[in-house]
């Protein structure tokens, strides 16, 4: 349920924020703009951990849809906050199939565990949590998530010997906006030997594009993207070239 109140903070959204609005709505024909409307909200929350009236007006204005318009859509769908969260949400699936295999067990001991009803926030702000409908996961209930959350793992070593296996150093991840993505590799030197956007590249070992695979060593990589809620993200890490 929509809740109104007047001691929201006010709203404003960053200029970085507003271009990544305005990269959605370019996707979209020239006065449909409302169609921006799903991922802008998620933006908004993704921002702000949940959706105040404030902001949701304030993304009215930025659509410049009415008022009700925002609230009959960021309603509808449960993922959507309408009052503030705990930094992690835990998610228990409470649909039929998984309430079978102890769904409402679950939930119970998360209660009692954090000490918060479903929908509080715990003292600390770190944890709140909620029944949710099916998570599309049946045959591996009962289903619990945290999230939305990307996904991203680097090897520490590989081998580049053109066997075909496990030649590539290459990182792998899910809800990463693949276009953002950037990574570099450092010699212990801190020579910058490889550079590439394309998430599904990866590096061959070879240094400054050069014929022969670089000595063995240990590297550093630089890894930087953003999620699918427009996060950015940047990791570091060193990973071994074996031959
Ligand atoms: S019923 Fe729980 S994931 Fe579908």
Redesign the pocket.
């Known amino acids: 349920m929509l809740r109104v109140d007047e001691q929201q903070s006010p709203v404003t959204f960053t200029p970085e924020l507003v271009k990544q609005f305005d990269d959605i709505v370019s996707r979209y024909p020239a006065g449909k703009q409302k169609s921006a409307l799903l991922p802008i909200l998620h933006l908004v929350q993704a921002e702000h951990g949940w959706l105040s009236s404030k902001a949701m007006d304030k993304v009215a204005e930025y659509l410049e849809l009415q008022d009700i318009e925002v609230y009959e859509v960021a309603t509808f769908y449960s993922m959507y906050f309408m009052r503030p969260q705990g930094k992690y949400v835990l998610e228990v ?1 409470r ?4 309430g079978i295999v102890g ?1 409402e067990k679950i939930m119970d001991h998360i209660e009692q565990k954090l000490g918060v009803k479903e929908g509080e926030v715990t003292a600390d702000g770190l944890f709140s949590w909620r029944g949710v409908e ?5 045959g591996y ?3 619990l998530q945290i999230g939305p959350e990307y996904t991203f793992y680097a090897p520490n070593a590989f081998t580049p010997n053109g066997d075909g296996r496990n030649d590539l150093f290459m990182p792998v991840g899910t809800e990463i906006d693949e276009k953002t993505f950037h990574m570099m590799i450092f010699d212990r030197w801190g020579n910058l030997i490889f550079e590439t956007t394309d998430f599904h590249k990866g590096w061959d070992g070879r240094a400054n594009g050069g014929k022969d695979i670089a000595q063995i060593d240990t590297y550093v990589w630089k890894v930087s993207f953003n999620d699918l809620l427009h996060k950015r993200h940047k990791f570091e890490g060193k990973v071994s070239l074996i031959k």
């Open positions: 699936c649909t039929g199939p998984c769904a099916c998570l599309a996961a049946c209930g009962p289903v």
